[in-house]
C-alpha cells in the first residue's frame, strides 16, 4: 500500500495563479482532510470530508475549494493564490471516529 | 470549544536520560487525544492515542503517555531519550462527544543531546 499520496511536492506560483494539490489514499478510508502547516502554529485544518460527495469547512477554509468525487481523491483547489496562501499542505485520511491519522509527505507551497 | 497547548516550543535532553513533552487540553466532554511526530520534510507519524480505558498509554518506539483528566494533560513520556528521538511533535485533541474535528498544538522541537 501507498497510502497518501499527495503531488506535486513543490510548487511556486505567482499571486493570482490558480492550482490543484492532488491527494490520493488506497486505504480505502471514508475520511480525508487537507492541512496546512505554518511556523509556531501547529497543523490547521482547511477542509474535510467525510465520504464521497461530502465535504465541509474546517479553520481556515476561505481561498480554498475541495471535491470528493471518489473515496479515494481529496484534491485541494487554490482559486487565486495569494502570498498568505504560502505554507506547507499536508493531506490526511482515517478510517474510523476514533482512528488516528494517515498523513501525506507534504506539497511546499510558495506563492510569490 | 476545543483547544490544546503545548506550553515548550522546545525541550533539550541529554541521550538517556527520561524525557517529557507537555500538553494540556481543553474540551466540553470527553477527550480522544492524540501524539504524532513528524521529522524534518516528512509528513506526521501517529505515536499513540487515548480514547477511552487505562490512563496509562503505550504507543511506538517505547513512547507512552498518561491521561490525566483532574489536570487536562496528555504527558508525552520515555524512560530513556534516542538521540533519533529528536524531531517536532505534535499533541492533538477532539470532543469525542461533538463534530468537531482535530485540533492541533502548536509542536513541540525535542532536541537530544548526545
Known amino acids: 500500500n501507498a497510502g497518501v499520496t499527495q503531488t506535486p511536492k513543490f510548487q511556486v506560483l505567482k499571486t493570482g495563479q490558480s492550482m490543484t494539490l492532488q491527494c490520493a489514499q488506497d486505504?480505502?478510508?471514508?475520511?480525508m482532510s487537507w492541512y496546512r502547516q505554518d511556523p509556531g502554529m501547529g497543523l490547521r485544518l482547511i477542509h474535510y470530508?467525510?465520504?464521497?460527495?461530502?465535504?465541509d469547512q474546517g479553520e481556515v477554509p476561505n481561498g480554498y475549494n475541495v471535491s470528493r468525487s471518489t473515496t479515494e481523491d481529496f484534491p485541494l483547489r487554490l482559486l487565486s493564490a495569494a502570498p498568505s496562501q504560502t505554507s506547507v499542505y499536508f493531506c490526511?485520511?482515517?478510517?474510523?471516529?476514533?482512528?488516528?491519522?494517515?498523513f501525506g509527505e507534504g506539497s511546499r507551497l510558495t506563492v510569490l | 470549544a476545543q483547544s490544546v497547548a503545548q506550553p515548550e516550543d522546545q525541550v533539550n535532553v541529554a541521550e538517556g536520560n527520561p524525557l517529557t513533552v507537555k500538553c494540556t487540553y481543553s474540551?466540553?466532554?470527553?477527550?480522544?487525544l492524540f501524539w504524532y511526530v513528524q521529522y524534518p520534510n516528512r509528513g506526521l507519524q501517529f505515536l499513540l492515542k487515548?480514547?477511552?480505558?487505562?490512563?496509562l498509554v503505550k504507543g511506538s518506539y517505547g513512547f507512552e503517555a498518561e491521561f490525566n483528566k483532574s489536570q487536562t494533560s496528555f504527558h508525552l513520556k520515555k524512560p530513556s531519550a534516542l538521540v533519533s528521538d529528536s524531531a517536532l511533535y505534535f499533541c492533538a485533541v477532539r470532543d469525542g462527544g461533538s463534530a468537531r474535528q482535530l485540533t492541533f498544538g502548536s509542536g513541540t522541537q525535542l532536541t537530544v543531546l548526545p
Open positions: 490526511a485520511s482515517k478510517l474510523s471516529n476514533t482512528g488516528e491519522l494517515f
Open positions: 487515548y480514547i477511552t480505558g487505562d490512563n
Open positions: 486505504m480505502n478510508h471514508e475520511y
Open positions: 470530508s467525510v465520504g464521497a460527495g461530502i465535504t
Open positions: 474540551v466540553s466532554g470527553n477527550p480522544y
